[in-house]
């Protein structure tokens, strides 16, 4: 008779979650896991994935009007139906739900469509009041939507919500200046809604390099999107009409239709039961981990945003992937989190790597810094009047390229290539070696002065 139920019981079925428990699987290990939305997560479900194919889909709107700068007339006003694309977006998620699902299947994971909690270091209690104990307990909730407390925050919407809109809004206030603010601001003006963006500060985008995310702010504020900053919520009331009337510091009052709030994410560890297994958390809720993504409990690991080391998708994947490895086929693995590649979706999107200007000087002392502002080709005989910025920051020292810094047309599909020249440690003088590829928008980067 075995000792536990399961050699791997994994709560939470998003990108982190499945790949251990698939991973762990497929070493052998008798493994369980626990959703209770669907399988896939927020990438797949309400994520990365439905939001990219939005971004896809308000693109059109530009692409229909240049098209005609190309010759080619529409032969009526192109008009957009939001119905159409939102369930051809929830098509799409539940087929990736169904494709996930079958992996899990293939690979002799039993799942199980519930809540599960933890009821000791060993132990998960699932909603249906049933326990099952397992060897280890790996713990793979993600992150969840913060909402700022204020009176009316009610009537707003979270990213959890948005893809599911019966209707697109005419007027929207999005809250937040950070990844999902931008991407919805980008989305909504494009498919036609009149955008605010609020901050709490005066930047947008933070973390990025002052010169794209500058680009990014001129370029949003050229379409149509308001931006207002240092503004907080003071109130949401609903009117009569079912507008929504929002009061904030430092600015007018505003009537819009839908409020959406992003404003970060935070760790889903409420109510799992962690204290039961006596289970330490930092004083944001995530769960603290060592390089193993093992808690303070020999028992129980933590995988993805639930520990809020990177809330990317790929890195939760990785340090799944790390898991399994170490737990289940006996080789110690651990994710290496330096040069991780990101982007925005915005409109247009942007995409770095490595350091910006800005930790550059601070960190190395000399640097240097070489950029390209252009306008793609297509943009130019469209007569779109937006420019593309590439910067890249090198140790002045060594000539090692430490950070890239992009923002136009395909960016984050250009940077994905160019990190690897970026990880490996390359040099300027390696981008100039290479023969530029003619016309394209990525030769930008050999030809960099
Ligand atoms: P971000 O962390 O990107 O941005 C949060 C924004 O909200 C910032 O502008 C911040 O302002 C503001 N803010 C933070 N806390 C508060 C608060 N208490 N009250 C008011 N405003 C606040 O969060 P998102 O919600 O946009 O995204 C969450 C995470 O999801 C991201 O960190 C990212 O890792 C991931 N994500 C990644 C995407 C991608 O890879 N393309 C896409 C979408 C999400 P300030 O900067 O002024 O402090």
Redesign the pocket.
Known sequence: MAEFDYDLFVIGAGSGGVRAARVSAAFGANVAIAEEHKVGGTCVIR??VP?KLLVYGAHFAEDLKDAQKFGWQLSEQPSFDWPTLRDNVLKEVDRINGAYTDTLNSHDVEIYHERATISGPNEVTLASGETKSAKYILVATG?W??I?EFPGSKHAIS?NEVFHLDTLPKRVLI???????N?FAGIFNKLGSKVTLI???D????QYDQSIRDRLLQISMMKGIEFRFNA?FENIERNDDGSLEVRMSNHDPITVDQVLI????VPKTDGLGLESAGVELDDGGAIVVDEYSKSNVDSVYAVGDVTNR????PVAIREGNAFAETVFNDTPTTVDYGCIP????SHPPLAAVGLTEGEARNQLGSIKVYQSDFRAMKDVLAERNERALYKMVTDADTDRVVGLHMIGPDAPEILQAAAVAIKAKLTKADFDNVVALHPTMAEELVLLR
């Open positions: 994520g990365c939001k992150a939507p913060h700022p990213s809250a937040g200046a950070g990844y999902i603010a991407e901050n709490r500060s930047v947008i985008l933070r907080q992003a404003t970060g994410r990177v809330q990317l998708t990101s982007a925005v979706f």
